[in-house]
């Protein structure tokens, strides 16, 4: 490669990366050692030395800059700095003469970009260019929106994490400090009673020992007429007494000490433990693509509104049209293959087991429904002293959510107890959905932006609320526990995590057909979400990855 200041006519063979422009206005083949981007120059160690003079305040960009200087200019190559001249239709490229000799010799079709742009400014492709570009800037915009939640997110994460360690920490030391303690209580109780041992043995031996100091020193005293039988009285006692010492000295346990036989697993146990606990990185669930699918039928009078979805075992998908006062059923197409007609419009299904769905009414009914030979039928239904907003179900419980509570009744219809209540301006008009497990229950709360999260006991685990989430409305868990969220404002579906802490990703928006989602499904067999959103005939249909 030749150097900046060495100077070739055009005509040689020498090829550069970047060209002098000067030079080559003088018929000079020189290399670029510098771009100037207002000029739109490359130039080389001698003719930057020129354009310093007569442009003092332009910034000139050197080789260590490179990787700006071919973004200045749309019709300069960007690897070789020269003019764009032809296009290489085989790799579909476009190609300057750098271009051609290095790496399309062999091509066998290489046209030249005036004969492809003659007439190009009147087509649709170029006309609609500007549309698509800002759509495509304000998908970035909302990307770039939704990757900054991301990071704030991540620092929630980071925070609630290092908050569960410690709290994990602090229960293990809590965990340490009862075993201590009891461990304690049971080396006191046992230092007790040896210690009460061996106190009543010295009080023993005392007492022995002075009886039987006092029995022979009266023993060698006895005098008299009856000093004979006396002292064979004194024997015999004193005999006694000596038996009764040898018996208590020969059970008398010697070096009473204590000793801890500590639990041999503990201390391997807690060694071998890299970690108090694996660190997931989860990244949620994105849009691949997107489409629409029509659920109007003949019979329909108004616009659709589809309150909620769910999916059957053979991958039929039922629907609720409260607009229409209808239950719809589609094939695995998403076209209405059926439907079955009702006096009021319902608000909420959920599906039970085999074919069978359950659906609530404003009008404090739940109806049960089963599908038989491609045909939904009415199978029964109970009545319930409230509102019936929401209903779900799980290991053969119904819970149903009014506009203020939640209650629980049996898969026949039987009131059971009420599991939660909020107050103030209540729920208004909630939906909620159970964890897979039963211990969870996900509850959204229009009235104050809120998700939130009881346990099966309906004490409330945590909420879910962000200044920039308006109005959530549908949600569903997946087989897996997945939990996904609908919100009106600014019309996305989140999935969040299993607790209903945070947020774990922005699944879809309005980039992706949503406005105003109110009812989502996930299918796990096919990586699919299924939206229904506000006053709408389509079905919003999203692979996700």
Sequence with gaps: MATGG???????????????????????????????????????????????????????????????????????????????????????ELCCSVCVALNHRLCSSISHLPDLARGFLETAEFKQLPAVVDKMRSRLDELKNVRTKDQDSLIDSYKN?????????????TILDQLERKTVEQLDRMMKDLEKSIKDDLETCAQ???????????????????????????YIKCQSKLSEATCFVQEIRHNDVMKLKSDESVVPFLRNLKNLGDIEKFQGYKTQSSAQYSVKIKEDNNVCDIECICELPGGEVVIADFANSRVKLL??????????????????????????VAVAFINSEVHFLTLTRGKLQAVRKFTTDHETCSIAHIQSQLFVSSNDAIYLYTIKGTFVKKIYEAYGFGLQASKCAVSTDGERFYVTNMDDSKLITLDKTGQVISTLEDSDLKDPTGLCVSPSGHVFVCWWEPG??????????????????????????????????????????????????????
């Excluded at 100037?36 to 020129?50: A, G, N, R, S, T």
């Excluded at 002075?210 to 006895?222: P, V, Y």
Aim: with cysteine; glycine share 6%; aromatic share 8%.
């Design 6 to 92: 060495a100077s070739f006519h055009k005509g040689s063979d020498l090829i550069h990366d970047y060209s002098c422009s000067t030079c080559e206005e003088n018929d000079l083949n020189t290399e670029a050692q510098h771009f100037c981007p207002q000029c739109e120059h490359y130039l080389c160690d001698k003719c930057v030395k020129l354009h310093g003079g007569y442009f003092k305040k332009h910034v000139v960009y050197g080789r260590g800059d490179i990787q700006k200087w071919a973004d200045f200019s749309m019709d300069i190559c960007y690897q070789h700095g020269n003019k764009l001249e032809v296009h290489c239709d085989d790799h579909q």
């Design 161 to 173: 994490i290092i908050a569960e360690v410690k709290a994990l920490r602090k229960n293990i030391n």
């Design 208 to 234: 022995m020992d002075h009886q039987l100091k006092t029995m022979i020193e009266k023993l060698q005293q006895i005098t008299g007429k009856n000093k004979e039988t006396s002292s064979y009285i004194g």
């Design 331 to 356: 094939n695995k197409k998403y076209r209405v293959t059926d439907h079955y007609d009702f006096p009021a419009g319902p608000l909420h299904l959920c599906h039970i087991t085999n074919n069978d």
């Design 492 to 545: 996305t579906v989140l999935q969040v995590d299993k607790e209903g802490r945070q947020r774990l990703a922005t699944v879809a928006g309005k980039a992706d057909g949503l406005c105003k989602p109110q009812s989502v499904w996930f299918s796990e067999q096919t990586s699919t979400l299924l939206v229904g959103n506000l006053n709408t005939d389509t079905l919003t249909v999203l692979k996700l990855c």
